[in-house]
């Protein structure tokens, strides 16, 4: 399936309330590292999951002890008020980019349940934009656990899908790209691992090898993020000119 118009009006003008699968299953696909990549097709749950706006409630999960502060320059750690304060604004705020414009959600399924799994981001605005980029698991009920987050200053853009599910040939289970570095769900450890974090399991006093698609591809993380920006619209980052009110 072609990418569905649903997904480029979304990205053409960031509409409220928006949602998105990944669509894009007809690109040609990437060998490198002796293995063979494709986007992720559409999941089934997608259409009937909830917006925006009532997933927000899941940002509470976030820890925002660590993100930097408005002065650089000050390294107290921050209150507990302070991190209620900032989780409340996140939850109120809701997935949107800095420019006050809702974010796209993408649904996927990266640890092979059948429960949908999406990521989005929640971005504040101001001299100094910020984008916090997540991602949740779906659990067997509904409801959506905090995956992976991270954050990134993006004062003139903003990031459509911050991670990006492709399928790897003869796996289960999908990678997903990041800008910088590329991830796998790791069943045994219940946790996505990363390029920076694979090592050996162990297991009954035995150890497991990393995950092998993982090991082959990490080589080539930024060669496979660029392949599957392109593939996005906009390349993966839109412009807040051309999302702004």
């Known amino acids: ?63 925002p002890a660590q993100d930097p502060k408005e002065d650089i320059r000050d390294e107290t750690p ?54 916090r980029m997540f991602l949740f698991r779906g659990l067997p009920k509904g409801s959506f656990q905090l995956a992976d987050a991270y954050m990134t200053y993006m004062a003139g853009s903003s990031i459509v899908v911050p991670y990006i599910p492709m399928t790897v040939a003869g796996e289960k289970l999908p990678i997903l790209v990041k800008r910088d570095t590329l991830m796998q769900w790791q069943p045994e450890r219940k946790q996505v691992v990363t390029c920076e974090t694979m090592a050996p399991a162990v297991q009954a006093g035995k ?3 990393a995950p092998a ?23 993966n980052e839109v412009p807040h000119s051309n999302t702004a009110q």
Request: glycine content about 8%.
């Open 213 to 235: 698609a993982l090991a082959a591809l990490c080589p080539h993380a930024q060669q496979i993020y660029t392949w599957a920006a392109e593939r996005q619209p906009h390349k």
């Open 207 to 209: 150890p497991r090898p």
């Open 78 to 131: 921050r209150t507990k008020k302070e991190i209620q304060l900032i989780k409340m604004d996140l939850v109120e705020t809701g997935f949107q980019y800095p420019n006050g414009r809702e974010s796209v959600i993408t649904w996927m399924d990266f640890d092979a349940d059948g429960a949908c799994d999406f990521t989005a981001s929640a971005g504040v605005g101001g001299m100094r934009s910020i984008d």
């Open 1 to 63: 399936m072609k990418i569905s118009t649903l997904h480029i009006s979304c990205l053409m003008v960031l509409a409220a309330g928006c949602s998105t699968s990944q669509a894009d299953t007809t690109q040609k696909a990437l060998a490198i590292g002796g293995k063979q990549l494709t986007m992720q097709g559409p999941v089934k749950c997608a259409s009937a999951q909830r917006p925006g706006r009532e997933l927000a409630k899941y940002l509470s999960q976030y820890d």
